[in-house]
């Protein structure tokens, strides 16, 4: 079930970035931020969590929030799952839920943003069949020969 992530949802969340193997020690860092932010200001933080809870405990999550100085634009920030939860379609269902709740609060387009090498190739291949499209690419943005690719959706 996908819902709004509570506070005792924290050290899960942290343990599903860490399990996921691809995050670097700092991405891990500003999960940590990211969350801090959430359980501090709430809403105001302009990040949104939302769990997928499975016998009353968070196997995936995703982050997401509005863009600032834009209109009706928003960021998809974090998505992973624990290694239960994958190949399970539960990727798809908090996309759907985030798209939901962007659309509930005037959202209008969502953009990812991604690494250009081959082993974020699963993820790039995850958001494309979720309907994201690739805009842009960003040539050695993150290091030489790490590309950004950021994707978009229309809702």
Do not use: H
Not at 61 to 74: D, M, S, V, W, Y
Not at 82 to 109: D, F, N, P
Request: charged share 30%; glycine share 10%; with cysteine.
């Amino acid at each position: 079930m996908v819902e709004e992530a509570k506070e005792e949802d924290g050290p899960q969340l942290l343990e599903i970035v860490k399990e996921a193997g691809v995050f670097k020690p700092i991405e891990i860092e500003c999960v940590e931020e990211l969350w801090k932010e959430y359980l501090a200001e709430g809403k105001a933080s302009g990040y949104e969590f939302l769990v997928y809870r499975e016998n009353g405990r968070a196997i995936g999550f995703i982050c997401f929030g509005p863009r600032p100085l834009t209109f009706g634009t928003f960021d998809l920030y974090w998505i992973a799952l624990s290694s239960e939860a994958r190949r399970r379609g539960i990727g798809r269902l908090l996309v759907a839920r985030m798209e939901e709740e962007v659309k509930r609060m005037g959202g209008r387009l969502i953009l990812v943003e991604t690494s250009g090498t081959p082993f974020y190739a699963p993820a790039r291949k995850f958001y494309e069949a979720c309907g994201y499209r690739l805009q842009a690419t960003i040539p050695d943005f993150y290091a030489p020969g790490d590309d950004l690719l950021i994707y978009a959706k229309r809702l």
